[in-house]
C-alpha cells in the first residue's frame, strides 16, 4: 500500500522559547516538525510548533501546514 503524504517525519524539541511563531498557536518556539511531502527526504518541508503541539496533534499540525500552504 502506498504511503499518503503529507506525513509527520522528524520532530525537534524546543529548546528554548523565542523564534519563529508555532504554526498553529502562534508562540514564538524553537520546535521544528518535518513535513514528508513525498518519498524525497530533500524534498522534506520544516514547520515551527510549540512544545504543546509538537507532542501531539499530528493531525492539527498536517491540517494547519496544509492551509499555510493552500
Ligand atoms: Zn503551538
Not at 498553529?24 to 518556539?29: K, S
Request: net charge positive.
Amino acid at each position: 500500500m502506498a504511503k499518503k503524504y503529507p506525513v509527520i517525519g522528524c520532530k525537534k524539541s524546543p529548546r528554548y522559547i523565542g523564534g519563529l511563531p508555532c504554526i498553529i498557536c502562534g508562540v514564538p518556539t524553537t520546535g521544528k516538525v518535518d513535513i514528508e511531502i513525498n518519498w524525497f527526504r530533500g524534498d522534506d518541508e520544516q514547520v515551527r510548533v510549540c512544545k504543546t503541539h509538537q507532542t501531539k496533534h499530528d493531525t492539527e499540525i498536517l491540517a494547519a501546514y496544509e492551509a499555510a500552504n493552500a
